[in-house]
């Protein structure tokens, strides 16, 4: 009921990277332009993304007037009018200036997207070490995972506090901060780290279960067939010490040519998964930060007893 609910309320949020033309769309990965193969660009610190296709992902609308260079963009009842190579915008005929203005090249125009978020009052997020901006926009009401779930606690570290199954863990702030993904099914994911030789990375999820008024909550699986079907029993399995849980287990697999670890924990019919995928030749970088991982675990990660 609890993932229904959350899906209803969802909204949309959209994560692109500088250079990569593909961008994830509530989890599921798709390309912001099809027919070109155009990507977000970073110039002097500034994100471009190429207008038209942008806003209809936003779910608005746009036109251009060549002849002026004007551009007018409609979304959720607002309206905002600029023009090529101009730091003023128009928002419902009231101007203001922004820092960078949006420019025309080989017939496409681009637009900071900034210009597009903070002129539309959309919450965004910028992941400065990844070059990633996390948009959102629509839904009822803000969730947590849009604001608010990193502190900095020092020059080096930050913590992070996820509100769905409830854990706090540090993380190095030169990974840049954890990227947060609302998936379509109102789960979410965590990514705490990422190369071609290492994911450090969590996720929730749900036990089939039922409610009743006389019984209280029914679990319709046990927690062995949850790790059943969410195909976690390949591996060496160790039930751990619960503490403010109901079960904790360890899992340690090997899976073509990578070692895939997991924290499993339940709290009532909630899931949280800690997964680390190490390729077994990992070296340099990744193998540092994989061992500082292990050190951040030991010291610092904490399961909230209350269910999330």
């Known amino acids: 009921m609890d993932a229904l609910e959350n899906k209803s309320n969802l909204g949309k949020q959209i994560i692109i ?42 779910g608005g609308s746009i036109r251009y007037k060549n002849g002026d260079q004007k551009i007018m963009i409609s979304l959720d009842n607002k309206v905002l009018t600029t023009y090529v190579g101009s730091k003023k915008i128009f928002l419902n005929g009231v101007m203001k200036y ?22 539309f009052d959309l919450v965004s997020k ?4 990844n070059k990633r901006y996390v948009i959102y ?3 009822k009401g803000q969730r947590w995972y849009e604001d608010n779930y990193t502190t900095k606690i020092s020059d080096y570290y930050g913590s992070y506090y996820d509100q769905t199954i409830g854990f706090t863990v540090n993380y190095d702030l030169s990974w840049g901060d954890p990227l947060v993904i609302q998936n379509e099914d109102g789960t979410i994911s965590t990514i ?84 680390i995928v190490a390729h077994e030749d990992i070296y340099g970088k990744d193998k540092e930060v994989l061992e500082e991982w292990k050190r951040i675990m030991r010291t610092s990660f904490k399961i909230d007893g209350s269910v999330g």
């Open 192 to 275: 705490f780290y990422q190369s071609d030789l290492l994911q450090i990375s969590s996720y929730s999820d749900y036990m089939l279960s039922s409610y009743s008024d006389q019984e209280g909550l029914l679990l319709e699986e046990s927690y062995e067939d949850y790790l059943h079907r969410a195909n976690l029993m390949n591996g060496e399995i160790k039930e751990e010490q619960p503490g403010v849980v109901d079960k904790l287990y360890t899992i340690v697999e090997k899976d073509r040519g990578a070692i895939v670890s997991y924290i499993v924990f339940f709290k009532e019919d909630q899931v949280g998964v800690i997964e």
């Open 17 to 58: 990277q500088a250079g990569n033309r593909q961008m994830l769309v509530n989890g599921q990965l798709t390309v912001l332009d099809s027919m070109w193969g155009l990507s977000p660009v970073l110039e002097n610190g500034t994100i471009y993304v190429p207008a038209r296709n942008m806003v209809r992902e936003l």
């Open 126 to 129: 910028w992941d400065q070490p």
């Open 137 to 139: 926009v629509g839904g």
């Open 98 to 119: 922004v820092e960078k203005e949006p420019f025309v090249y080989d017939g496409v125009v681009w637009i900071p997207i900034r210009t597009l978020t903070n002129g």
